[in-house]
């Protein structure tokens, strides 16, 4: 049975209070761990941006995106004594701007308890912001940083951000989150390799042939094009995401579940991927880009006609990669993730190595190897193919069935959203589940190479219909290699 227990009591200041993010998952992540009884009486919301608002104004906005419309009484009635909690102040959040004298009051001037500082802005004010925190004397010793992805948008810009950043806060209050380290079915994957014998003794290049890597979503850029057409998804999703999702399947054991020992096997993991160069990545990497499509059975319209413009930018990327270590050398990752396609689905496939000598019959049935399949979202859960006998008389018939854990029938109450477990997971100061300075640049730096191989080599745009699973060269990438794309149904 879940435990929940209750955090130490402390003040959230959300910057960026009005965007997105805030708006979609920050306020209902806190209001649900509220409801659940986690968070303490005396802890206080303090929504900052810049609109000349009233906090009265801001409960209406956000309980639009908190409630809804068909909520239940109950839900409602919650939701009133919530916002107790909640106070809205503008704050030009650079500088000598407005606001910071009317920050500071809403604070608790107790430098004992937790205080946080969510940046929900633009990746490029990060460090004036942290700036104005030190100026205005707002860190406390016990003040945490959380950041938004992405932090810069390449090597040299994280590197500043962080820099800028590290100013104001050590290292140990910077939390940057990557929310999918958030996901109850990422968090498994360490449990399922540490803490069962079962997997390790195969979890190399002589028991595993190759491990796809998949993020797909149905939905376009939508609301956030402008946003995405700076970054695309090799920024916005592989240099994150898949990343920290490839890290935690090919890491090393680390010595415990310490952050700093989990981080260091992770960053020795993007160390170690190899460089994707221009004479390699016409092989290595497709782009794609949305075109019009039906999605989810409606009519859709192409990605620039979303932007409104002619674009370049890829709202698809699948990439063969290899960690170039003495556990995965010939074991190819392959990652793929895009915008628009068939279904959303979020899934880890590691297929091992096919059976050394086939016995059985060639009437009875295609042999298939053992499959073991994660599937992060949807219907979160987990499964293991294995090629078992057809029950019965008639012969042998093989028949390929899933030894299956599915989370959503086994752990009926559900779990919480990644955004309210990593909020949590800061007031803890649960540094584990946020990424550390050294792996978001190392990442960078893969990714950096990446994008000019696209700039120095052959890498063009296919185009692919909306509601498709990509452009047809990420299909013949895998057929080179005499291997194919899977999803969770079909694996
Ligand atoms: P939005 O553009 O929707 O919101 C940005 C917010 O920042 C607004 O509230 C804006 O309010 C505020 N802001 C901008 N400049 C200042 C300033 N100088 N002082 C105070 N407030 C300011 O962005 P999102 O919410 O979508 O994204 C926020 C961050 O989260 C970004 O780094 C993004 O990359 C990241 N992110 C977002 C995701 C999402 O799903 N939305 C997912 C993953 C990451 P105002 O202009 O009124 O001040
Ligand atoms: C964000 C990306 O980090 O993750 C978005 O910026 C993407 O473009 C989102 O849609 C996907 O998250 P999830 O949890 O819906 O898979």
């Known amino acids: 049975m879940a435990e929940l227990v209750p955090v130490e009591p402390f003040d959230i200041v959300i910057f960026g209070a009005t965007g997105d993010l805030a708006r979609r998952k920050l306020v209902p992540a806190l209001f649900h761990r509220w409801c659940d009884g986690q968070i303490p009486a005396n802890s206080r919301i303090i929504a900052a941006a810049r609109d000349d608002l009233s906090t009265d104004d801001y409960i209406k906005r956000a309980e639009e995106m908190v409630l809804g419309d068909g909520s239940s009484e109950t839900r409602a009635e919650r939701w009133s004594q919530f916002v107790a909690h909640l106070q809205y102040v503008a704050v030009d959040a650079t500088g000598d701007g407005k606001g910071w004298k009317e920050l500071a009051a809403a604070l608790d001037s107790n430098p004992d308890k937790i205080r946080l500082f969510y940046l929900a802005l633009p990746p490029s004010i990060y460090g004036s912001v942290c700036d104005a925190i030190g100026q205005h004397g707002l860190n406390t010793t016990k003040s945490r940083v959380i950041l938004e992805k992405p932090i810069g948008h390449d090597f040299h810009s994280a590197r500043t951000v962080n820099e800028a950043v590290g100013k104001v806060f050590p290292e140990n209050a910077i939390f940057r989150i990557d929310h999918y380290l958030g996901k109850e079915t990422v968090q498994n994957l360490l449990i399922l390799r540490f803490a069962n014998t079962l997997l390790e003794p195969l979890w190399n290049s002589n028991g595993i042939d190759h491990v796809q890597i998949t993020v797909a979503e149905s939905l376009g850029a939508g609301t956030r094009a402008s946003y995405y057409d700076r970054a695309g998804a090799l920024r916005d999703m592989v240099q994150n995401h898949l990343l920290q999702l490839l ?177 949590m997971a800061v007031v803890r100061g649960n540094l584990g589940l946020f990424m550390r300075r050294d792996e978001v640049e190392t990442a960078w730096r893969w990714t950096d190479g990446i994008i000019a191989a696209w700039h120095d080599g052959a890498c063009p745009l296919h185009h692919y219909p909306a509601g498709t699973d990509g452009p047809s060269q990420a299909a013949l990438m895998l057929s080179r290699d005499e291997r194919e794309w899977f999803d969770a149904d079909t694996a």
């Not at 399947?249 to 991927?273: G, I, Q």
């Not at 993730?337 to 060639?362: C, L, N």
Request: glycine share 8%; with cysteine; aromatic share 8%.
């Open 247 to 423: 890290c935690l399947v090919a890491m090393e054991p680390p010595t415990s579940l310490d952050a700093d020992a989990v981080r260091a096997e992770k960053l020795k993991v993007l160390r170690a991927l190899r460089p994707i160069k221009a004479e390699t990545v016409s092989k290595s990497v497709v782009r794609g880009q949305y075109d019009a499509g039906v999605s989810l059975g409606q009519p859709v319209e192409g990605y620039a006609d979303e932007v409104g413009q002619k674009t370049g930018t890829e709202t698809f990327v699948a990439i063969h990669g290899e960690i170039d270590n003495w556990r995965w050398a010939g074991v190819p990752f392959y990652l793929r993730t895009g915008k628009r396609m068939q279904s959303r689905r979020s899934e880890i496939i590691i297929q091992f190595k096919p059976v050394p000598h086939d016995i059985i019959q060639a009437d009875a049935g295609v042999l298939q190897p053992n499959r073991l399949v994660i599937r992060l979202q949807p219907d979160e859960g987990v499964k293991l193919m294995l090629m078992t006998k057809d029950p019965g008389p008639g012969g042998v018939r093989l028949r390929y069935v899933p030894l299956n854990l599915s989370f959503a029938e086994t752990f009926e109450q559900g779990y919480p959203d990644a955004y309210e477990r990593l909020l």
